[in-house]
Structure formats: C-alpha cells, structure tokens
C-alpha cells in the first residue's frame, strides 16, 4: 500500500488494567498494524541482557530494589524509537507512566515532527476483572495471590494511570474500548475504535494513519 503524503503507520500507545488482557491485545495490535510493540519491560530486560551502558546502569538500580528513574527510562525509550521498525509507527506499552514522561513524550515526538495518534484504553468492570485473577490464582496455586492483594494492584493502577489518562482525553487522543469478554471480540472491538478515527490495516499489516500536528507538552 502506498501512503499520502499525510499518512504514515500508527503511533499508539495502550494501557488497561491488570487482568484486562493488555498483554494479549498489544500483541495482537502490532501484528495487525504491523509496528512494534515496546513495552518497558522488554526493553529493561533487553539492555540488561545486551550489557548496554543503559542496561547496567538498570541492572544495578533493580538488583538494589529501587525504581528506575524517569530520565533513565526516558533515555531508555528514546533509544528504542530510534530503532528502524519503530521509526514509522510503534505501539507503547508501559510508557509513559508519569506526567514528566507525558511530557518527555511530545517533546520527543514534536522533534521529529510526529504526534501520537491514538490511546487505546482496555476498561474493565473491577469486580469481574478481580474475579477473572483470583480464579487463575487458584488456578495456578498462587496461595500469595489474595482479593486483598489483587484488589490493591488495581488501586495502585488507577492512581497511577488516572491523571494521564485525563490527559489523553483532554487532548481527544482516548479510545476506550471494553476490554471483557473474548480476545477475538475485544480485539474487533478495537480494530473497529481505531477505524472510526481513521487508523486502519491491510491484509499485509501495512497502517493508514492521518498525521496530526506535533502536539506542545503542558
């Protein structure tokens, strides 16, 4: 497929809430659209394993049980998108977590003269995602996986992720999609969000996305 001047693969990020099958859907939207999916997480272990100096400097902040910093994660990211399959389009994952990294963000993209062009958001029912996470607790005989402990991860999630998803709002990036029921429905059901802002895919993977302004940092 060849792209408008206008066009360029998509540039999305997704968040949800533990047990809404984020995991699961963020792989299936990069092979859909045909862009990485880059979690933090994966690029924590990546450096790590490579010995980059970033990773070291990762390592060392695990081992000792500390959280890694804003602009060592930033510097992390960055590093990542500057890699070829990402340089069209990628799909965030785990990023930005903070105000300061929203921030780091446009910067970084407004730079290249790019913007983000959609949030997906995985909503679930608290009650029945705790359910769904307790019953593959007992599942899996995760005795240490109580309600209690389940319930106090989605708290910490919401706190977290609550004023960035504001954010994204305000600024009519946010696609909310409900993220129960099965992967197959939920998966249409965000194929068919994105299409409805004009983001869609070929039968090869290959993305439209209009491009939107670089968006300024608040």
């Known amino acids: 497929m060849t792209l408008r001047q206008d066009q360029h693969d998509a540039r ?16 299936r939207l990069s092979a859909t659209y045909g862009i990485p999916d880059i979690s933090t997480g994966d690029i924590f272990r990546a ?9 070291v400097q990762v390592k060392a902040i695990i081992d000792s049980g500390d959280y890694v910093s804003d602009e060592l994660t930033n510097a992390l990211v960055k590093s990542r998108l500057e890699e070829e399959d990402a ?5 965030l994952d785990g990023y930005p977590r903070t105000p300061e990294q929203v921030s780091y963000l446009d910067e970084l993209l407004a730079s ?3 913007a ?6 995985l909503v679930a029912d608290q009650d029945a995602v705790v359910a769904r996470l307790r019953k593959r607790a007992i599942e ?10 389940i319930r106090h991860r989605q708290e910490v999630y919401a706190r977290e992720t609550m004023p960035l998803i ?5 600024r009519g990036l946010l696609v909310e999609v409900d993220g129960l ?16 802002r004009g983001i869609t895919a070929d039968e090869s993977g290959a993305t439209t996305a209009l491009d939107a302004p670089p968006v300024e940092s608040a």
């Open 12 to 27: 999305l990020l997704i968040v949800g809430p533990p047990g809404a099958g984020k995991g699961t859907q963020a792989a």
């Open 112 to 114: 290249k003269g790019q």
């Open 166 to 170: 504001a954010v994204y709002r305000d």
């Open 181 to 196: 029921g099965d992967m197959d429905v939920v998966a249409e059901r965000i194929a068919d969000a994105l299409a409805a």
């Open 87 to 91: 340089r069209e389009g990628f799909l």
């Open 140 to 149: 899996q005989g995760r005795t240490d996986d109580t309600e209690e402990a």
């Open 47 to 55: 450096n790590i394993k490579k010995e980059t100096p970033l990773g």
């Open 116 to 121: 983000l062009d959609a949030v997906v958001q």
